[in-house]
């Protein structure tokens, strides 16, 4: 039997699979990829960064420790993703406190007159 039309040319009948060829399988494949588990990962380097950033430049002190959590962090991250979340989150809290002393420090500073000249 031919799959020629009276034409000559020929021609895929209408529902047949082009090559007999599985229908693609909706859900695999498509859309987004399903979400990695780099969260305490790139937490963790932003921490380090912004740690680490924070004692060169604002000479913030709890900056030090809040960085050497997050390389501890970095190095949990895959054999002990629990603790690596903590230690990131401790780290955050670090980096926040020490911001908020070195603000208010400026802040005092420029009430008692320290700044003026």
Do not use: H, K
């Not at 604002?58 to 903590?86: K, M, V």
Request: charged residues 5%.
């Amino acid at each position: 039997m031919s799959q020629e039309n009276p034409s000559g040319y020929p021609y895929q009948p209408y529902g047949a699979p082009y090559g007999d060829q599985p229908p693609p399988q909706y859900g695999y494949g498509y859309g987004t990829p399903p979400p990695s588990n780099n969260g305490p990962n790139a937490n963790a380097i932003v921490s380090l960064v912004l740690n680490l950033l924070a004692v060169v430049s604002c000479c913030n002190i709890l900056g030090i420790p809040g960085a050497i959590l997050a390389g501890l962090a970095l190095g949990r991250a895959n054999t002990d993703p629990r603790s690596a979340r903590s230690m990131v989150m401790w780290s955050w809290i670090l980096f926040g406190a020490g911001f908020v002393l070195t603000i208010g420090g400026f802040v005092i500073l420029g009430v008692s007159g320290a700044f003026d000249d």
